[in-house]
């Protein structure tokens, strides 16, 4: 038997065959256009049997899975995430097997800094534990590719489109960290709303050493000024944060860059966070940020108050930074204003209140921050009847611990 050959009834699926189909595409992936990522992963999976392969990519509003369009590829609708085999398998980041007639169809997660970047789906004969194991290490190599090559093409971001976007969101979108990142010791995840018309909100983080770092910000305003605006404060913060300064520094750098830029009377509202991810040590400092919230055994515990501190841009004094020690599995809750003041014409606000009471709601089952995050954006924004006039984000961060 010729080893490797799709035509074979039987392919040989042993370490070494595995080996060729990696180094088939690790070979050639830094020469691959961003076109042809996906062609190349649809050949390998063809040579191990497999067939009807699709690629999935998250859309910005994190609602549904869209095919990739290449040669060899599937095409087709795209996918709810919600109740869909490739929906699991993109909120667990665990492998999904469906039996079909004569055939198996199996989703992959395309992982990337420990959260996918979308779901392969292929149909094969059969499965076992070596069919896995290839999978998984090819997917792991696309997805490294996909990330790789997504910093030199409009291919990836048109893909994810799901419909016209303005051109502050295009800024916006452009500004941020990935969505969620998943490390051995802490978590964090995002979501942003309204996906195609974000303007004045976005975060930022960074993992150093042992040391994470975030910081939720909320430009006033909405449109290209906002965007502008969070584009300096975003831009202020990662400068000051890679020199290694303290938060209360980190502030006032922000409050500089904004205010030189920018009238007297325009401001950003931020959160800035440092969490020691080997003991749980949490500092932070708010500067006119709804306070955070912390969550332990999926309950709100308490609000994270800390000494009031100006707007960045408007020239405050060295702000006073908070503390707070974690235990593993806690979880903090970092939103703007725009997610609890939401209100129908005429009636009351949304309110902390009930955000805390939906966080009570939600399903205790052991999911990780990304699965949650986006389920509570998203059911808070039907709690609202699907109003979001004003930017509503939310971030949420685990210490796993140390």
């Given at each position: 038997m010729t080893v490797g050959r799709h035509e074979d009834r039987d392919p040989d699926r042993s370490e070494g065959f595995g080996e060729m189909l990696l180094g088939g595409l690790l070979d050639h992936s830094h020469a691959l256009a961003p076109d042809r990522v996906g062609p190349a992963l649809a050949a390998a999976v063809a040579r191990l049997g497999g067939r009807e392969a699709r690629i999935l990519l998250q859309d910005y509003g994190q609602e549904r899975l869209v095919p990739l369009a290449g040669d060899g590829l599937?095409?087709?609708?795209?996918?709810?995430?919600?109740?869909?085999?490739?929906?699991?398998?993109?909120?667990?980041?665990?492998?999904?097997?469906?039996?079909?007639?004569?055939?198996?169809?199996?989703?992959?997660?395309?992982?990337?800094?420990?959260?996918?970047?979308?779901?392969?789906?292929?149909?094969?004969?059969?499965?076992?534990?070596?069919?896995?194991?290839?999978?998984?290490?090819?997917?792991?190599?696309?997805?490294?590719?996909?990330?790789?090559?997504?910093?030199?093409?409009?291919?990836?971001?048109?893909?994810?489109?799901?419909?016209?976007?303005?051109?502050?969101?295009?800024?916006?979108w452009s500004l941020l960290p990935p969505?969620?990142?998943?490390?051995?010791?802490?978590?964090?995840?995002?979501?942003?709303?309204?996906?195609?018309?974000?303007?004045?909100?976005?975060?930022?983080?960074?993992?150093?050493?042992?040391?994470?770092?975030?910081?939720?910000?909320?430009?006033?305003?909405?449109?290209?000024?906002?965007?502008?605006?969070?584009?300096?404060?975003?831009?202020?913060?990662?400068?000051?944060?890679?020199?290694?300064?303290?938060?209360?520094?980190?502030?006032?750098?922000?409050?500089?860059?904004?205010?030189?830029?920018?009238?007297?009377?325009?401001?950003?509202?931020?959160?800035?966070?440092?969490?020691?991810?080997?003991?749980?040590?949490?500092?932070?400092?708010?500067?006119?940020h709804p306070a955070p919230m912390l969550i332990r055994d999926h309950r709100v515990v308490r609000r994270l108050d800390s000494p009031t501190t100006l707007p960045v841009g408007f020239g405050g004094d060295q702000p006073q930074v908070s503390e707070v020690t974690l235990l593993p599995g806690d979880r903090i809750l970092c939103f703007t204003d725009g997610l609890v003041e939401e209100h129908e014409s005429g009636q009351e606000e949304f309110g902390e209140g009930r955000l805390i009471d939906w966080v009570h709601r939600l399903n205790p089952a052991d999911r990780g921050v990304r699965a949650v995050a986006r389920d509570l954006s998203h059911t808070l924004r039907r709690a609202r009847g699907g109003a979001t006039t004003d930017d509503a984000t939310l971030v949420l961060v685990e210490w796993v611990g140390g």
């Open positions: 599937a095409g087709g609708e795209p996918v709810p995430i919600d109740g869909s085999a490739a929906g699991r398998c993109f909120l667990t980041s665990r492998p999904v097997e469906v039996p079909l007639v004569g055939g198996v169809r199996v989703h992959v997660p395309l992982l990337d800094g420990g959260d996918p970047a979308g779901v392969l789906a292929v149909t094969l004969d059969a499965v076992d534990d070596d069919v896995r194991r290839i999978l998984r290490r090819l997917t792991a190599v696309a997805a490294d590719v996909l990330q790789t090559k997504n910093g030199y093409t409009d291919l990836f971001f048109r893909t994810r489109r799901g419909e016209p976007m303005s051109v502050a969101a295009e800024i916006q969505l969620a990142m998943t490390m051995p010791r802490v978590a964090v995840a995002g979501v942003l709303e309204p996906a195609y018309d974000v303007g004045g909100d976005s975060f930022d983080y960074a993992l150093n050493g042992d040391v994470l770092h975030l910081a939720v910000i909320d430009a006033m305003g909405h449109g290209l000024d906002a965007a502008t605006m969070a584009t300096v404060a975003i831009g202020a913060y990662r400068h000051a944060r890679r020199t290694s300064v303290e938060l209360s520094e980190i502030y006032l750098f922000m409050d500089r860059a904004v205010a030189q830029q920018f009238a007297p009377d325009h401001f950003v509202t931020a959160q800035m966070l440092r969490l020691d991810t080997d003991t749980g040590h949490l500092q932070w400092v708010n500067a006119g």
